[in-house]
């Protein structure tokens, strides 16, 4: 491989490898040989001292996919509640008032199942029990990896979204799925084709209200 990378094509990617929703495509096949190469981008991201200690579990079947998407709703209610009730009783408060953010996420909770595929990635370990080192050794080795599988995703046309509601049920999801015991879940992604061309950079806070530069 050459090691021109055209900064360019890689900026747009990182930058515009937005959460999925609205465009999902839950019609449209997404061939297993296509989730395996984007797996398999994924386990180039870095791991403490390379350790892997990661599991990937691609769920297409429609059964399971109903289930997964079941608790998805149920848990995304929890976490609804919970945010209006932290917000005066407003989830647009809560939310910032991105009003499209949340169109799209009840999209989503309405429709979870129907993605052709859904990956959940884990972390192997009883995080919640290990002291704060060794967690964050281990969430750091599985998030990048599934950011890899997004980018992955994105420049084979596929759109995903990034979730976690459904940790507030994961025992549910253990069982749907047959998880062994000694693992822990980060994140579960719905994954299917994205309709329409194209997908923007998204509005940030600005570089100087985050950045410190030789202390705070
Ligand atoms: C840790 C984390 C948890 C998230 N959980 C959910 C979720 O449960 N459901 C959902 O619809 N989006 C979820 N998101 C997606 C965010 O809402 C999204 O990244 C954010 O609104 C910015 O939009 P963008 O990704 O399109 O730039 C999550 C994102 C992260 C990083």
Not at 112 to 124: E, G, I, R, S, Y
Not at 166 to 194: C, G
Request: charged share 25%.
């Amino acid at each position: 491989m050459s090691d021109k990378i055209d900064i360019k094509e890689s900026d747009a990617l990182l930058k515009t490898t937005r959460s999925v929703r609205l465009r999902l495509d839950f019609e449209k096949a997404v061939p297993d040989e296509v989730l395996k190469d984007c797996i398999t981008v994924a386990l180039q991201a870095p791991s403490q001292t390379n350790t892997q200690q990661w599991h990937f579990v691609v769920v297409t079947d429609r059964g399971l996919r109903e289930r997964l998407g079941d608790i998805y709703r149920d848990t995304f209610d929890k976490y609804w509640a919970e945010s209006a009730e932290k917000s005066d009783g407003s989830i647009e408060n809560y939310s910032g008032g991105d009003q499209r953010m949340i169109d799209s996420a009840l999209y989503l909770r309405d429709n979870f199942h129907k993605a052709p595929a859904h990956v959940l990635f884990c972390a192997t370990g009883n995080l919640p029990e290990m002291p704060l080192f060794e967690q964050a050794s281990a969430y750091g080795s599985i998030m990048p990896a599934a950011w890899s599988f997004m980018l992955a995703a994105r420049s084979r046309g596929l759109g995903t979204c990034w979730t976690s509601v459904h940790l507030k049920e994961s025992q549910k999801v253990a069982d749907v799925l047959n998880l062994p015991d000694n693992l822990t879940q980060a994140v579960l992604m719905p994954v299917a084709y994205y309709s329409g061309s194209g997908f923007r950079e998204a509005s940030r806070l600005p570089l100087d209200d985050v950045l410190h530069w030789n202390g705070w």
